[in-house]
Antibody, heavy 123, light 107 residues
Framework: QVQLVQSGSELKKPGASVKVSCKAS????????MNWVRQAPGQGLEWMGW????????TYAQGFTGRFVFSLDTSVSTAYLQISSLKAEDTAVYYC????????????????WGQGTMVTVSS | DIQLTQSPSFLSASVGDRVTITCRAS??????LAWYQQKPGKAPKLLIY???TLQSGVPSRFSGSGSGTEFTLTISSLQPEDFATYYC?????????FGGGTKVEIK
């Protein structure tokens, strides 16, 4: 079935880096854009940006430039989120989400989500 | 950036109630609006896209309406499994902002 499976929880110290993976299966990886969404503890959803899975070109939302990097390995249908120089305020669940386009008006929504990866930054 | 304001932020309702959640956009977004349901510890689940199109597999008690700047999500008869937090999202322009969420709890 169509799914996105993310890597497991991470506990990191301030200043360290982390790389979250998001492996797609059940569909053609390069046919759909991949988005990243952050959810801080007890808070709402925050769109971080997206990556074109054909070209590898990333687009970052304001507030997610510099320390955040989206990348791909299309040979294994996997998207990555790397965060460097981690801060306590990066503590959150990070989701990857497939962007769907029905053809009439695009984009439509995020139809498939990974299960989320909890990143905890603490000394 | 387009701001989305959801109301109410919290509502208490009983099984069988009709529930309506509103999402207002700070500028017109045509019909580029989606609704998601999120339960504790789980990823969001797509309910409605293009303002009023029901995602495959979603029960027909969920419906969406609106265009431009005002949108609604309606649950015609609230079921026990519907107690969750609901978010709207605009996909008209970057950044793809989300509303603040509406938590639906059992009365």
């Amino acid at each position: 079935q169509v799914q996105l499976v993310q890597s497991g929880s991470e506990l990191k110290k301030p200043g360290a880096s982390v790389k979250v993976s998001c492996k797609a299966s059940g569909y053609t990886f390069t046919s759909y854009a991949m988005n990243w969404v952050r959810q801080a503890p007890g808070q709402g959803l925050e769109w971080m940006g997206w990556i074109n899975t054909n070209t590898g070109n990333p687009t970052y939302a304001q507030g997610f430039t510099g320390r955040f990097v989206f990348s791909l390995d299309t040979s294994v249908s996997t998207a990555y989120l790397q965060i460097s120089s981690l801060k306590a305020e990066d503590t959150a669940v990070y989701y990857c989400a497939r962007e769907v386009c029905s053809g009439g008006s695009c984009p439509d929504a995020f139809d498939i989500w990974g299960q989320g990866t909890m990143v905890t930054v603490s000394s | 950036d387009i701001q989305l304001t959801q109301s109410p932020s919290f509502l208490s309702a009983s099984v069988g109630d009709r529930v309506t959640i509103t999402c207002r956009a700070s500028q017109g977004i045509s019909s580029y609006l989606a609704w998601y349901q999120q339960k504790p510890g789980k990823a969001p689940k797509l309910l409605i896209y293009a303002a009023s199109t029901l995602q495959s597999g979603v029960p027909s008690r969920f419906s969406g309406s609106g265009s431009g700047t005002e949108f609604t999500l309606t649950i015609s008869s609230l079921q026990p499994e519907d107690f969750a937090t609901y978010y709207c999202q605009q996909l008209n322009s970057y950044p793809f902002t989300f509303g603040g969420g509406t938590k639906v709890e059992i009365k």
